[in-house]
């Protein structure tokens, strides 16, 4: 009777941990630039210009805010907050494979989608997270580059049914640009 509840308690925990492991799983579907940029409201330039974490509707969250540099599509706006699931709050952390994080100083490009509450989410959480590097090796005219998170986490590829990372690398700015412009046509976002 001992051995058969000690195995009716080891089952219990290795369901509970297996559980525990599948809900921190994060599967993120491949989307290009150009689904990407007609799925956003808004896609910004922009750089970080802090953090705060804090609970809210039962979760905690971090948000980023940005000031924009330029508007690629949507309304010109001179700032933005953007709502990211994850954070640490008082002795809590929580984390969310796939959320992008932010610095401040940090320049990035953001594909984005309004929340109900008013704030902003990045579509397709790493996805849409391009951040912007200065090729040094150019001087004061250097070549600005982009590289997509999601160059080193994987994605589920529905063509294939595999996850590959397979995200934007070293891009020129300009490239994203003129990518982005194609998929909207005559959506055209103002620049400022």
Avoid: H, Y
Avoid at 14 to 27: D, E, I, N, P, V
Avoid at 40 to 64: K, L, M, P, Y
Avoid at 134 to 155: H, P, W
């Amino acid at each position: 009777m001992k051995m058969r509840a000690r195995a009716e308690r080891i089952a219990i925990m290795a369901g509970l941990l297996l559980a525990g492991s599948a809900a921190r799983a994060t599967t993120l579907l491949r989307m290009s630039v150009e689904e990407m940029a007609r799925a956003s409201q808004e896609i910004v330039r922009a750089r970080c210009t802090g953090t705060a974490t804090r609970w809210d509707a039962g979760e905690i969250w971090t948000f980023a805010a940005f000031e924009v540099e330029e508007t690629w599509r949507g309304p010109a706006a001179a700032q933005v907050t953007v709502r990211l699931l994850g954070g640490r709050a008082g002795d809590l952390t929580s984390r969310v494979s796939g959320v992008p994080r932010f610095q401040p100083g940090e320049e990035v490009v953001l594909f984005l989608e309004r929340t109900p509450r008013g704030d902003f989410s990045v579509v397709s959480w790493e996805q849409g997270t391009f951040r912007v590097r200065r090729d040094r090796r150019g001087g004061a005219g250097a070549l600005e580059r982009v590289t997509q998170d999601t160059a080193a986490f994987s994605t589920f590829d529905p063509g294939t049914r595999r996850f590959e990372a397979s995200g934007i690398r070293n891009m020129p700015v300009e490239d994203l640009r003129a990518r982005v412009d194609a998929a909207l046509g005559s959506e055209k976002g103002g620049r400022r």
